[in-house]
């Protein structure tokens, strides 16, 4: 007997509490919305390096101060090397893309952060659907996938990414994963 496919799940441990969570019918979709953002994070970590960033921070800010915008592409392409694949490849892409249309500001490095994690948390989404697909003897995936992607327009994804960015701190603490408690259980 299996414990469920999430432990079989080829993604970090973050996703495969989000996957966890959204098999089960018994979390809500804002529990689940609680998942993705450490799950997030994990992944911003693993796959970003932070001297990327601030590399692309340091290009944006000699921009901010400027009154003759200079064109940053080159120096955008250059670190690509840098950006390794996944959320820094998107995150650059996007960076690029807004610094064409003359959009390269704080503001648009965080609109780029944040369409950079929806786009990995919508990728992880389908990831755990097909996996379900594969792995399930139930028919769980139809609807994990649905209840995960609601769970992510939930998330507060501009507030993850000016975290990620460095641009603002972590207000306060965020609750915990875990139910430890009989009151953390299922509300009524």
Known sequence: MSDGPHRSL?????????AERGANANFTTEQIAAAIEPALEQDCRAEIDSGFLDDIRALIDTQDGSLFKEDIRPHLEDLRAKAGSGIGRVFLDNVVQLSESGQAEFDALARAMTAALEDHAARCARQVEEHYLRKSTTPRAQDTRARIEQSI???PMETLARQILKMETRSAPRPALRLERLDDGVRL
């Open 10 to 18: 080829p993604m970090r441990q973050g996703w495969r509490r989000v």
């Open 153 to 155: 327009r939930l998330t």
